[in-house]
T-cell receptor
Framework: GAGVSQSPSNKVTEKGKDVELRCDPISGHTALYWYRQSLGQGLEFLIYFQGNSAPDKSGLPSDRFSAERTGGSVSTLTIQRTQQEDSAVYLC???????????FGPGTRLTVL | AQSVTQLDSQVPVFEEAPVELRCNYSSSVSVYLFWYVQYPNQGLQLLLKYLSGSTLVKGINGFEAEFNKSQTSFHLRKPSVHISDTAEYFCAVSTVSSNTGKLIFGQGTTLQVKP
């Protein structure tokens, strides 16, 4: 079946602009995660959604970062007023429920000039 | 808090040789343990996981890992590597008691298989 998909695959933006990154989880997966992969920080957890529960935002690095999950399916990660340190690969993962195996998408490579 | 240390940033090895990628973790609570592989320009793929039971875990592509609670280690092994195993490998943990299952990753080990 279809895996986790993310769009765009690459995004180049100018410092100060807002960007939106999209994640389509595997159908039927109720848990959704965002991670960031950067050279300096490695792989970091950003945010977690589970069904209709309040998300776990404990990994978001600043208030410029936010995420939504509409209808329990598609998620959008928004970064406002992008900075050069936001340049990274943003990975989305989903699982049938929290604690189960997480399946990762191919990622969105964000470059802030 | 939990942390994961992958002791080698790069491991060069010749084709058909055995390999071990080392992973140590720190946690005051029980954890689940994972190894993921990342091929160039791709997302992470699960190789194997330890949740409970037998401490020797077998995964895909001929990889296996052994959970050693006393040494807080979860080293990944393969008896004979192929060129196609060249990739980056990540060890990760999540806490058993976690409501989220979020993963804490090590810094990664690049496996370079030479002909």
């Amino acid at each position: 079946g279809a895996g986790v998909s993310q769009s765009p695959s690459n995004k180049v933006t100018e410092k100060g602009k807002d960007v939106e990154l999209r994640c389509d989880p595997i159908s039927g997966h109720t848990a959704l995660y965002w991670y960031r992969q950067s050279l300096g920080q490695g792989l970091e957890f950003l945010i977690y959604f589970q069904g209709n529960s309040a998300p776990d935002k404990s990994g978001l690095p600043s208030d410029r970062f936010s995420a939504e999950r509409t209808g329990g399916s598609v998620s959008t990660l928004t970064i406002q007023r992008t900075q050069q340190e936001d340049s990274a690969v943003y990975l989305c993962a989903s699982s049938t429920q929290s604690g189960d195996t997480q399946y990762f998408g191919p990622g969105t490579r964000l470059t802030v000039l | 808090a939990q942390s994961v240390t992958q002791l080698d940033s790069q491991v060069p090895v010749f084709e058909e040789a055995p390999v071990e990628l080392r992973c140590n973790y720190s946690s005051s609570v029980s954890v689940y343990l994972f190894w993921y592989v990342q091929y160039p320009n791709q997302g992470l793929q699960l190789l194997l996981k330890y949740l409970s039971g037998s401490t020797l875990v077998k995964g895909i592509n001929g990889f296996e890992a052994e959970f050693n609670k006393s040494q807080t280690s979860f080293h990944l092994r393969k008896p004979s590597v192929h060129i196609s195993d060249t990739a980056e490998y990540f060890c990760a943990v999540s806490t058993v008691s976690s409501n989220t299952g979020k993963l804490i990753f090590g810094q990664g080990t690049t496996l370079q298989v030479k002909p």
